[in-house]
């Protein structure tokens, strides 16, 4: 059982900066493709990001290209989301899921392991 923790969530204005954090309990967060999605009010969750187990590649929902960057630190099992030129359509709760696959095309599989979430909110 693999346990995933967001932080970094909060308040900002647009075109403000926000950076996710995503810690992972276990060594095996190293041989997995990590990801974020996001959740906004009375939506369905969104995919958002999602980086290899080695980095080679990542991977933008088309509305964060450019503004997103997802990264990850093996060493410290930790993956990173870090947001620029924040707009209030990002608003929603953030997760971080391990080990989706199929990623870019339109058969995405969510991983079996989520975190709780972190809200990000952004004014206008």
């Known amino acids: 059982q693999m346990q995933l ?27 997995l493709t990590m990801g974020w999605f996001r959740q906004a009010p009375g939506k369905e969750r969104e995919f958002v990001a999602a980086i290899s187990w080695n980095s080679a590649w990542t991977y933008y929902t088309d509305s964060v290209k450019g503004r997103f960057t997802i990264s990850r630190d093996n ?20 997760y971080c899921n391990a080990g ?22 952004v004014s206008s």
């Open 75 to 94: 060493a410290k099992n930790t993956v990173y989301l870090q947001m620029n030129n924040l707009k209030p359509e990002d608003t929603a709760v953030y």
């Open 100 to 121: 989706l696959t199929n990623i870019a095309t339109p058969a995405l599989k969510e991983g079996d392991y989520w975190g709780q979430g972190t809200q990000v909110t």
């Open 5 to 31: 923790a967001e932080s970094g969530g909060g308040l900002v204005q647009s075109g403000g900066s926000l950076r996710l954090t995503c810690a992972a309990s276990r060594r095996t967060f190293s041989s």
